[in-house]
């Protein structure tokens, strides 16, 4: 069984940045896919960075070239670096863990995170 648990989160004005980290224990260490989803009230989970075992990574488009998902595998953590960030860009976020390939859609995920909060104010 996959455990994780986002760390960080809070709130940032527009234009700000925030880095994220999901504490990642019981995956294959050779052969995952771990990601980070998104929700905002109202809304249905989305996907946002993936990132693989074979270091291929994927983003959604409204988060390309802002968002940065890395792994640090000695420290079991999953790191979801946020640049530029946008009003609309707040939401919980979840750190999710699946199978490989790399993919952002939310049935392929079997485990998740209890989530953390980011908010963006203009």
């Known amino acids: 069984q996959v455990r994780l648990t986002e760390i960080g989160g809070g709130s940032v004005q527009s234009g700000g940045s925030l880095r994220l980290s999901c504490n990642v224990f019981g995956y294959a260490p050779n052969f995952y896919t771990l990601g980070w989803f998104r929700q905002a009230p109202g809304q249905e989970r989305e996907g946002v960075a993936a990132?693989?075992?074979?270091?291929?990574?994927l983003y959604s488009n409204s988060v390309q070239h802002r968002f940065v998902i890395s792994l640090d595998n000695a420290r079991n953590t999953l790191y979801l670096q946020m640049n530029n960030l946008r009003p609309e860009d707040t939401a919980m976020y979840y750190c999710?863990?699946?199978?490989?390939?790399?993919?952002?859609?939310?049935?392929?995920?079997?485990?998740w995170g209890r989530g953390i909060q980011v908010t963006v104010s203009s």
């Open positions: 999710g863990s699946s199978l490989p390939p790399v993919t952002l859609r939310y049935p392929d995920y079997g485990y």
């Open positions: 990132i693989d075992s074979d270091g291929k990574t």
